[in-house]
């Protein structure tokens, strides 16, 4: 299947998997047959008659096994229907959470943010509550255990780290998000080159990412606390000149 779909577990490949599960099974069908297949289960685009000439094709030069069937049909055809009940149970999942999201003051501003969705959103409002009851974004930082500490014993000084003393599914779900984000915002893809390249105390790929989330928690901090709109310029301010002298495009 894999050579015939992308993805292994898209509409058609599951059509195909549950109703024809073995080579065999495709091998007695034409490639009308296939084609009325896909259209029985609503699926009208990307597949005709070439496609499902090439399926049938690549099932009758197939060295799958040919017997004991039976049971092994049943596992597959069970799995997929219970992958399908978990998809779509995750899909109202996300629905209400959409839902219940949007309902937040000031998740418009926040969804503003280029990379930052309403799942992520969730995710980090749902561990950190009501932002208002916090004075300022070292709480926050404090809350999800990014505050840096030393690890140092006696006259040795170690590296420093951050201290991982909160709660760690906040901390994830900032991770996940700055990953996000460095891919999709161009702010933080330009922080996050500054500070893997400056002069002075250069962070390595993970460092950075780390740093970071703080940077995140302080812009939505910033957002909720002022009641302001994302302002790119205003999230660089202070930064600009040393983008510049590094030839980073601001």
């Known amino acids: 299947m894999r050579t015939i779909f992308s993805d292994?577990?898209?509409k058609s490949s599951l059509v195909i998997l549950h109703s024809l599960s073995f080579p065999a099974d495709i091998c007695n069908k034409s490639p009308k047959d296939i084609v009325d297949l896909f259209r029985a289960a609503n699926i009208k685009q990307g597949i005709g008659l070439k496609k499902a000439t090439e399926i049938i094709y690549l099932?009758?030069?197939?060295?799958?096994?040919?017997?004991?069937?039976?049971?092994?049909?049943?596992?597959?055809?069970?799995?997929?229907?219970?992958?399908?009940?978990?998809?779509d149970r995750l899909e109202k999942i996300n629905i209400e959470i959409q839902r219940v999201t949007e309902m937040i003051p000031y998740y418009n501003k926040l969804n503003a943010i280029d990379g930052l969705g309403t799942?992520?959103?969730?995710n980090i409002i749902s561990q950190i509550g009501d932002i208002s009851n916090f004075n300022s974004p070292k709480?926050?930082?404090?809350?999800?255990?990014?505050?840096?500490?030393?690890?140092?014993?006696?006259?040795?000084?170690?590296?420093?780290?951050?201290?991982?003393?909160?709660?760690?599914?906040?901390?994830?779900a900032l991770?996940?998000?700055?990953?996000?984000?460095?891919?999709?915002?161009?702010?933080?893809?330009?922080l996050?080159?500054?500070y893997k390249t400056r002069p002075v105390n250069p962070l390595t790929g993970k460092q950075s990412l780390i740093a970071l989330c703080g940077k995140l928690l302080k812009l939505i901090f910033g957002i909720v606390k002022?009641?302001?709109e994302y302002n790119p310029n205003k999230f660089l301010e202070g930064i600009k000149p040393k983008l510049i002298e590094l030839k980073i495009a601001a």
């Not at 040919?66 to 049971?71: A, E, F, K, R």
């Not at 799942?119 to 969730?122: G, L, N």
């Not at 990953?179 to 161009?186: G, P």
């Open 59 to 87: 099932s009758q030069n197939s060295i799958g096994l040919s017997y004991g069937n039976n049971v092994a049909k049943f596992e597959i055809v069970s799995l997929i229907d219970t992958y399908r009940f978990l998809m």
């Open 226 to 228: 002022h009641n302001e």
């Open 192 to 194: 996050h080159k500054y």
């Open 8 to 10: 292994i577990v898209c």
């Open 139 to 172: 709480q926050l930082i404090k809350l999800a255990g990014l505050s840096l500490k030393e690890n140092s014993s006696g006259k040795h000084k170690g590296v420093t780290t951050i201290s991982k003393r909160g709660r760690s599914k906040l901390r994830a």
């Open 175 to 190: 991770y996940v998000a700055v990953i996000t984000l460095v891919v999709n915002n161009d702010e933080f893809k330009l």
């Open 119 to 122: 799942v992520t959103i969730s």
